[in-house]
């Protein structure tokens, strides 16, 4: 954040040549110089570049208000958040001013009173870009003097009469004057303050019980909602429906790429998480979102395979802590650790109660099966499975150690089968390349040329 001005009067301002520009025009001119520039205006997006970021780029250029349409976990709150950088850093205000309305123009009974004694003496402030915008979270007790405003009882025990325009409270959009003001969960809202909203998106006055006040609001309305809201829990009432001037669909990431890119992203990790790891939390997680077996109107969010990265990276953690191991890395059998706790997460289809389990682990091996094509592809297992079925058997588990993991491993004699596989996953320190085996181990077992036995905290790869 750089420094505001430091002008301090209307006079001073005007004298800097400064020009105000209403905020669809600020907005549309940010936007466009950006993509002149070749600079990015929504960094940390990925998977709408051609197809949602598009539409909302053409939204904003023809000035519309904004509704985003999508399943849980699409991105939708992250994208209406990035619009605040498109807004100028620093903005002039008149100091005081309940609405924060420019100090060329003055839109309140007070601020014009002010503007007329003070002159070119009228004090400004600087408002930074990230106070232009206001969030609200759809609730169904929210009310009209939540968003629009109220008659404030104190104005009106302070002796001023109830005609008086000066006793209301301005509610939220008011407030976001020269804003952005976000509604999160539209159809949420009652049916009845939805109404109350039709003035500010159309005629950009508000109404406030028995007062009409004529305020040319300059306010951006942006929204978001899930499509089946419109039958589960409300709808947007169609008057409001057609007040906004863009309606766009969100979607979860198209490819792989974009997937893992979001966990990485989002993800607060406490332990190293190797790539072909979070790989196999976006495949599971795209798994998830084809099956029959999942209730797909409810989605899958990409919330699921964040948490499911973070729960990972949690059990190395502890397996570090307690096996006093010097550096915690993520490996394969960390995977089962995540599906323990992540069920709940999904919806699923009525028919499947009691399977949830068995869904869950097929999918996840499917996607693990997948990551090992991906990465091992060419290397010749053979020699590690003509150990296994010679006698030798592989001890891993949540509480075995990176290092004694290593240490069970079948010698090869002079192959360098292992440094094979870690080099393709790009293992380097114990921990990495005892992921790396597990992942082969895994691999071989997915493939039925050796087996595996589960007991509790302990697993067991033999003949």
Known sequence: MSAAPSIATVGQLRESGHVARPLRVELRENLLARLASGEDPWPGLHGFENTVIPQLERALIAGHDVVLLGERGQGKTRLLRTLVGLLDEWSPVIAGSELGEHPYEPITHESRRRALEDGDR????????????????????????????????????????????????????????????????????????????????????????????????DVLVVASANPEDYTNRGRIITPLKDRFGAEIRTHYPTDLA??????????????????????????????????????????????????????????????????????????????????????????????????????????????????????????DLGLLVEAIESGAMVTTGEQVGARDFLTGLPVLGESDLYDQVCDRLGATNDGQRAGAIELALEGLYLARRVGKDTDGAETVYGS
């Open 122 to 217: 009228l004090a400004v402030e600087w408002r930074h870009r990230d106070e232009r915008y206001a969030e609200k979270l759809a609730t169904p007790d929210t009310s009209v003097a939540d968003l629009i405003g109220d008659v404030d009882p104190m104005k009106v025990a302070e002796g001023r009469s109830l005609g008086d325009p000066e006793t209301i409270h301005f509610g939220l959009i008011p407030r976001s004057h020269r804003g952005i003001v976000a509604i999160n969960e539209l159809p949420d809202l009652a049916e009845r303050i939805q109404v109350a909203m039709l003035n500010v998106m159309e005629e950009r006055d508000i109404q406030i019980r028995g007062y009409v006040l004529r305020l040319p609001l």
């Open 258 to 379: 974009s997937e893992v890119a979001v966990i990485r992203q989002e993800a607060d990790l406490v332990a190293d998480v190797p790539d072909h790891l979070v790989e196999i939390l976006a495949r599971f997680t795209r798994h998830l979102r084809e099956s029959s077996s999942v209730d797909q109107r409810s989605g899958v969010s990409a919330r699921f395979a964040i948490a499911g990265a973070e729960t990972i990276a949690a059990a190395a953690l502890h397996r570090a802590t307690v096996q006093g191991e010097d550096e915690a890395v993520a490996r394969v059998v960390d995977l089962e650790t995540a599906v323990d706790v992540l069920g709940g997460k999904i919806e699923f289809e009525s028919g499947e109660e009691g399977r949830e389990e068995e869904v869950l682990t097929h999918l996840l091996r499917t996607a693990t099966a997948e990551a090992v094509r991906t990465h091992l592809r060419g290397v």
